[in-house]
Structures are given as structure tokens and as C-alpha cells.
């Protein structure tokens, strides 16, 4: 092996160095819950990312075979994205954080605030 490919520690390091970049999890998420959508609309539900961000993880998702790019030749084009079969594998995954993401959501709105110090005068 060479220096430039370090031995991975971890069996899913390589998966981490992919998913775990910003928005690449909430992008993936987005076409979980909703199917595949146009660039635009997706670019709407992804509120806060810019069109750079998301062409970059669109393109990289897809290059490593998560995620699938159908281009019709339309005026204007239409450019849609989904999860490939590849990309659906993480269905399990996805929900399963969702669902702990909710609990976490309901656990801190049930949790009692902590008073505020009013700091003296």
C-alpha cells in the first residue's frame, strides 16, 4: 500500500469520508423522505446551502454511486436527482437516525429550561 492510500483503521472510514461532509447526510435524507426532485426544489428543502455546496456533493454523491442524474432534454433542461440502489442501502440507517433525531427533538422540548442568572448589579 501506498503512502498516498493509508490502510483505513475502521471498515467504514471510507463511507464516514463521504457521508459525513456538510449537507451530503441531509441531501441524502431529503431524497429518502421525499423521492427524487429537480436541483431547484431540492435546493429549497436544503434551506441554507448554496448552489456550489450542493452541485459539489451532488456530484460527488454521485460519482460515488449513491445518487443518479437523469438530464431530458427539454427548454429548459430538467435535472433530477434520486438515490441509486446503491444510495437506498442507507434506508435503514436514515430512518433510524430520524428517529432518534425525534426523541432527541421531544426529550428537549419536554426538558425543564434551567433559570436564568440575572447577573448582579
Given at each position: 500500500m501506498s503512502r498516498d492510500a493509508p490502510e483505513l483503521s475502521c471498515p467504514v472510514e471510507a463511507m464516514f469520508r463521504v457521508l459525513m461532509r456538510p449537507w451530503t447526510m441531509y441531501i441524502l435524507w431529503?431524497?429518502?423522505?421525499?423521492?427524487?426532485?429537480?436541483?431547484?426544489?431540492?435546493?429549497?428543502?436544503l434551506d441554507g446551502v448554496s448552489p456550489?455546496?450542493?452541485t459539489e456533493r451532488l456530484r460527488l454523491l454521485e460519482a460515488k454511486g449513491l445518487v443518479d442524474r437523469e438530464h431530458k432534454l427539454t427548454i429548459p433542461p430538467e435535472?433530477?436527482?434520486g438515490?441509486?440502489?446503491?444510495?437506498?442501502?442507507?434506508?435503514?440507517?436514515?430512518?433510524?437516525?430520524?428517529?432518534?433525531?425525534?426523541?432527541?427533538e421531544r426529550?428537549?422540548?419536554?426538558?425543564?429550561?434551567?433559570?436564568?442568572?440575572?447577573?448582579?448589579?
Open positions: 431529503t431524497l429518502r423522505r421525499e423521492g427524487p426532485l429537480r436541483f431547484g426544489v431540492l435546493k429549497e428543502r456550489k455546496v450542493l435535472v433530477t436527482y438515490l441509486t440502489k446503491f444510495g437506498r442501502e442507507l434506508g435503514n440507517a436514515l430512518d433510524s437516525l430520524e428517529s432518534v433525531a425525534r426523541r432527541w426529550r428537549a422540548k419536554a426538558a425543564p429550561q434551567p433559570a436564568r442568572r440575572v447577573p448582579p448589579a
